[in-house]
C-alpha cells in the first residue's frame, strides 16, 4: 500500500515561489516517468510537469520558463519549482509516479497551492 506525499504548498504572493516535494511511502519499482498535475477550481486536472526516467521534462505551456520538475527515480522522490508564481497558479497540486507493474499510477493526495495578494 505505497502512497505518495506531497508537501510544501501554502499561500504565497504573486511573483513568489514554491517548492513542492513528493515523496513514497515505500518503494515503486520499474518507474518510467513522474510528473505534477493541477487542478483548479472548477477545471478539470491538467498536467503541468513531467520527468522520465532518462531525465527528460516537459511543461505545460502555462508554466514553461517558470517551473523546473526534478526528482529521484530511485528514491522516489518528485520535486516541483515554482517562481514567478501568479494567481492563475492557484491550485491543488498532485504528484503522480507511472510504473510498468501493477497498480501502474500512484498518485498524491494534493497540497493547496494559493497565489494571492
Known amino acids: 500500500q505505497v502512497q505518495l506525499v506531497e508537501s510544501g504548498g501554502g499561500l504565497v504572493q504573486p511573483g513568489g515561489s514554491l517548492r513542492l516535494s513528493c515523496a513514497a511511502s515505500?518503494?515503486?519499482?520499474?518507474?518510467?516517468?513522474m510528473h505534477w498535475y493541477r487542478q483548479a477550481p472548477g477545471k478539470q486536472r491538467e498536467l503541468v510537469a513531467t520527468?522520465?526516467?532518462?531525465?527528460?521534462?516537459n511543461y505545460a505551456d502555462s508554466v514553461k520558463g517558470r517551473f523546473t520538475i526534478s526528482g529521484d527515480i530511485g528514491k522516489n522522490t518528485v520535486y516541483l519549482q515554482m517562481n514567478s508564481l501568479k494567481p492563475e497558479d492557484t491550485a491543488v497540486y498532485y504528484c503522480?509516479?507511472?510504473?510498468?507493474?501493477?497498480?501502474?499510477?500512484?498518485w498524491g493526495q494534493g497540497t493547496q497551492v494559493t497565489v494571492s495578494s
Open positions: 503522480n509516479i507511472v510504473s510498468l507493474i501493477r497498480p501502474y499510477a500512484y
Open positions: 520527468i522520465t526516467r532518462t531525465g527528460t521534462t
Open positions: 515505500g518503494t515503486i519499482v520499474v518507474v518510467n516517468s
